[in-house]
Nanobody, 126 residues
Framework: VQLQASGGGLVQAGGSLRLSCAVS????????MGWFRQAPGKEREFVAT????????YYAESVKGRFTISRDNAKNTVLLQMNSLKPEDTAVYYC????????????????????WGQGTQVTVSS
């Protein structure tokens, strides 16, 4: 499966951005999806995940209540709405996909994902 992330940019602290990840190549609804991020000099970290059916989501504590992950299986797209952004959210954001037979299963570890997009830069100024 191929993933194309977009929507990053420069925003002031307190602002919002919406990231989008377009998926092609296979049946999108067979995949659970996740967003990860990597700041300069840091390890890649988990941000959010959503099950293949869209009914289950899970967030990192650092973004809970500010970020929302969603998916549109008709448009083969997963979104990450980011509100109340902070300078510490600055990173390259990656979307990832993992094929699963379990409709409600989500995945919080990068090692569990099979396919990755190219990343989109998010910069939050103070």
């Amino acid at each position: 499966v191929q993933l194309q992330a977009s929507g990053g940019g420069l925003v002031q602290a307190g602002g919002s951005l919406r990231l989008s990840c377009a998926v092609s190549g296979h049946t999108f609804s067979n995949y659970a999806m996740g967003w990860f991020r990597q700041a300069p000099g840091k390890e890649r970290e988990f941000v959010a995940t959503i099950s293949r059916g869209g009914g289950n989501t899970y967030y990192a504590e650092s973004v809970k209540g500010r970020f929302t992950i969603s998916r549109d299986n008709a448009k083969n797209t997963v979104l990450l709405q980011m509100n109340s952004l902070k300078p510490e959210d600055t990173a390259v954001y990656y979307c990832a996909a993992v094929r699963t037979f379990l409709t409600g299963r989500y995945f919080g570890s990068a090692d569990e994902y099979d396919d990755w997009g190219q990343g989109t830069q998010v910069t939050v100024s103070s």
